[in-house]
């Protein structure tokens, strides 16, 4: 068994490139040989990769469609001493793709869930883009629809953090179209296109520039996609003007620091915890 993994029957979540089978890890093919048996989300299209490492496991279907009595015979091998190895189509499973009530499962009956890290469509976009990487949000895939699309992406118009979105072939012009009405013209993306693979584009620009180069050619439409957005930026911290922090100071002699803070805010609109910070302020001043 591979490295730090010991003799103990356990469930192991592989990752599995996303184009370039050279970002296949070692420590990948050592646990998809000796495990027992291989639940993948598409044993026809995992034999490929099976063929090309020369794995030769046993495999079985796996979806997130699978019902619950698949799932618990899964992890009833694991329970009589076999491991299993979950995989999917490509990347890591779990993200966006089946295994979630797997590991829920196995991990209420405190059976052993390794992870094999490896590639990630999300990481490996924001490890390019050139968006602020420290803080970010995935949103998984838009909705099929526009009205369910839009609205997802009014959830997010103030979103400060870096969002990230999957999308398909199908749906990118309707998606980069619909981003565009929502966050403006103006709001910076990256479309992330067919990465790790031949036809691998990073092009990054106002979401006005990326709907016109898009629309441009009709090969930049095809393949796999994630697309970057740019936060929303930052409302400066609300300002307590002249007026409200009069209020506050009249209020602050006949009421408490608590009190005049809280109805200052009823009176001015301003934020409660703001006010009653400053409030606490100028007591301790004429204290
Ligand atoms: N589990 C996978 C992962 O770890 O990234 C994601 C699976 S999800 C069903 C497939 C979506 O991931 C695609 O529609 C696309 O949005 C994104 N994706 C996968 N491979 C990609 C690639 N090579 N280039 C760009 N996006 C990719």
């Not at 599995?16 to 093919?29: F, K, S, V, Y």
């Not at 890591?92 to 793709?97: E, K, R």
């Not at 490890?127 to 420290?134: E, N, V």
């Amino acid at each position: 068994m591979a490295s730090n993994e010991n003799d103990s029957p356990a469930l192991y979540i592989v990752a599995t490139p996303i184009g370039n089978l050279g970002d296949m890890t070692a420590r990948a093919i050592e646990v998809l040989r000796s495990v027992d048996l291989i639940a993948a989300e598409d044993t026809r299209h995992s034999a490929r990769l099976m063929q090309h490492f020369g794995i030769t496991t046993r495999m079985t279907p796996y979806h997130d469609f699978s019902d619950d009595a698949r799932v618990e015979s899964l992890l009833s091998q694991v329970l009589e001493g076999q491991s299993i190895a979950l995989i999917s189509d490509a990347g890591t499973p779990l993200i966006s793709d089946p295994g979630y009530r797997l590991v829920q499962r196995a991990r209420e009956q405190s059976i052993r869930v390794v992870p094999i890290p490896g590639v990630c469509a999300i990481t490996t976009a924001l490890s390019a883009a050139g968006l602020p990487s420290d803080r970010f949000t995935f949103e998984g895939f838009p909705a099929a629809k526009r009205t369910g699309r839009q609205k997802h992406f009014q959830s997010l118009v103030q979103e400060t953090r870096t969002i990230i979105f999957y999308e398909s072939p199908h749906r990118i012009l309707d998606s980069i179209d619909d981003m565009l009405e929502v966050f403006g013209a103006q709001r910076e993306a990256v479309i992330c296109r067919e990465l790790t693979k031949t036809f691998e584009t990073l092009y990054g620009a106002s979401l006005g520039q990326l709907q016109s180069w898009i629309r441009e050619d009709a090969n930049r439409q095809r393949g796999e996609f994630v697309i970057i957005v740019r936060g929303a930026v930052a409302q400066p911290e609300e300002a307590l003007n002249a007026e409200v922090l009069r209020t506050l100071t009249i209020l602050l002699e006949s009421l408490s620091v608590k009190q005049a803070a809280a109805l200052t805010a009823q009176i001015t609109g301003v934020k409660k915890n703001l006010l009653y910070e400053r409030a606490l302020e100028i007591s301790k001043a004429h204290s």
